[in-house]
């Protein structure tokens, strides 16, 4: 039911993936995030292109890999997002 | 942008639905809320009977008409819909 309830308001994968990245115990990599919200990896990496021009996300060269990190505007819609998943 | 953004996210005539139902100055009545979210009569009507399902909207006789009732929960919902619709 909670389930169901959640794919018939919103988009989950999107929505959860922006919720994880305001997590501070998971690592702001793609391949960290896919893992955590049961998406593929490019699968994961489309909804994250999205979000960096929607300007909720901004990615950072860290070595070879690229650190995702929320924008004030990601920041403010991850807290509404989470305050919505746990009313479902 | 806000409309696109808005897609990505949620599915936008469910969670308009039930942000109408808790606006005093909209008629609750499936008629009226089609018109004010933009959506067809029977695309309206079916996602007001998933809603039902899901004990978000009760429904009461009044007249010849069904008048539309958000439930506790329902209540709870539209207030952070209206939140999160705010944010985009």
Same mark, same amino acid.
Do not use: C, W
């Given at each position: 039911? #909670? %389930?169901?309830? +959640? +794919?018939?308001?919103?988009?989950?994968?999107?929505?959860?993936?922006?919720?994880?990245?305001d997590?501070?115990?998971?690592d702001?990599?793609?391949?960290?995030?896919?893992?955590?919200?049961?998406?593929?990896?490019?699968h994961?990496?489309?909804?994250?292109?999205?979000?960096?021009?929607? +300007?909720?996300? %901004?990615?950072?060269?860290s #070595?070879?890999?690229?650190?995702?990190?929320?924008?004030?505007?990601?920041? %403010?819609l991850?807290?509404?997002? #989470?305050?919505?998943l746990?009313?479902?």
């Amino acid at each position: 039911m #909670g %389930e169901d309830i +959640e +794919e018939f308001f919103i988009n989950t994968k999107p929505v959860k993936i922006v919720v994880k990245l305001d997590d501070q115990f998971t690592d702001n990599y793609a391949s960290a995030i896919s893992t955590e919200v049961d998406a593929t990896y490019s699968h994961t990496v489309r909804i994250i292109q999205r979000l960096e021009e929607f +300007e909720i996300v %901004e990615t950072e060269r860290s #070595g070879r890999k690229k650190e995702l990190k929320l924008t004030e505007k990601g920041k %403010e819609l991850a807290e509404v997002f #989470g305050e919505l998943l746990s009313r479902f």
